[in-house]
């Protein structure tokens, strides 16, 4: 695990084929098609180098749970260990790792109709109207919770209309981690901010050379997309650099 531009996938490559391993993706971003440049996912010569798992899961209309993701990822683990290789977890998406290895608490799954109902009530009030909403019923949620942040904004509401019990309740409620296996944690953490910012720069500008606000502006005519009521509340236009080439 590790920042954007730390080396995650070279480092993840680089081990899996010094250990046998195949790749598991930590990442919320890469299990979206069509989503290839702007997350720098791993291109087809990387994957030739090493098998890699949970790419590519979903459509960007779509939404895919950290509780999906757990249950994906726990069974492909055991079966890549079933089969005598390596299994190598990469990615930067903490609430994954989280849920993979500390398990999540048994909340209630997303419920379209209750999320549909809070996008209209945000376009019409705001996000900052809903955040205010929540602290009155669950304050420790929005106390940690920033009112420019829908995404958990969203969920939180959801959980709490959803049940009457609000989230912050639910998550001291433990879970079961998924991964019975003993794990080994590297944490890729540059030394130099001011290099990685740089690295950062020239990522975002390979990006833009290979073609990522061409690769916006199709995910934005796509039919199942100008369907979407309001496309930005997607988890994978939220993804970092999409939301903000939109």
Do not use: N
């Not at 757990?70 to 299994?87: E, S, T, Y």
């Not at 995404?151 to 019990?165: C, D, F, P, S, W």
């Not at 901010?193 to 995910?219: C, N, S, T, W, Y």
């Amino acid at each position: 695990m590790g920042p954007t531009a730390s080396g995650k996938t070279a480092t993840a490559i680089a081990l899996a084929r010094q250990l046998d391993g195949e790749i598991v993706s930590v990442d919320s971003a890469l299990v979206y098609r069509h989503l290839d440049i702007g997350s720098a996912k791993p291109d087809a010569a990387e994957r030739a180098q090493a098998p890699h798992h949970l790419l590519d899961l979903r459509d960007p209309w779509q939404t895919y749970s950290a509780a999906e993701f757990a249950a994906d990822a726990g069974r492909i683990v055991a079966d890549i260990v079933a089969r005598g290789k390596m299994p190598i977890l990469a990615g930067g998406t903490g609430l994954y790792f989280r849920a993979l290895l500390q398990g999540l608490s048994p909340m209630p799954e997303a419920d379209p109709a209750t999320r549909e109902a809070l996008s209209a009530e945000a376009a019409e009030r705001g996000w900052a109207a809903l955040h205010a909403e929540l602290a009155k019923v669950d304050p420790a949620a929005a106390a940690r919770i920033h009112a420019t942040d829908p995404q958990r904004i969203q969920r939180a509401l959801e959980v709490y209309r959803l049940t009457g019990t609000p989230i912050t309740e639910w998550q001291r409620r433990p879970g079961v981690a998924p991964l019975p296996v003993r794990t080994l944690k590297l944490i890729l953490a540059p030394r130099d901010r001011a290099v990685l910012h740089q690295r950062i720069e020239a990522r975002f500008d390979a990006m833009l050379a290979q073609g990522f606000l061409d690769e916006v502006r199709a995910l934005r005519v796509m039919p199942e997309m100008t369907a979407v009521e309001a496309p930005l509340d997607l988890p994978a236009v939220r993804a970092v650099g999409y939301r903000q080439a939109w």
